[in-house]
């Protein structure tokens, strides 16, 4: 299993156990391709994440949520 964690700027959309689909972008950098996710229909997104650490499965689930005073955190698990 592997976790990644998306913000979610607008709170309520997701909840603990909620099914999830992602959509990937990649991004050329001066670094290299860089990919980023963001949980679909545009609810969430996740930090830039090296090539070398690409998803290889676009589903997967809400296992926690953790909210601050700007945004809310929500952690996706994916199986790979």
Partial sequence: MRQIEFKMERPGLLNVGDEI???ESKLSTLQGIIYYYTIVPALAM????????KLKCFKGKVVDIRTTESASFVMGEFEE
């Fill in 21 to 23: 689909e992602v959509e």
């Fill in 46 to 53: 996740s930090n830039n994440i090296p090539a070398r650490d």
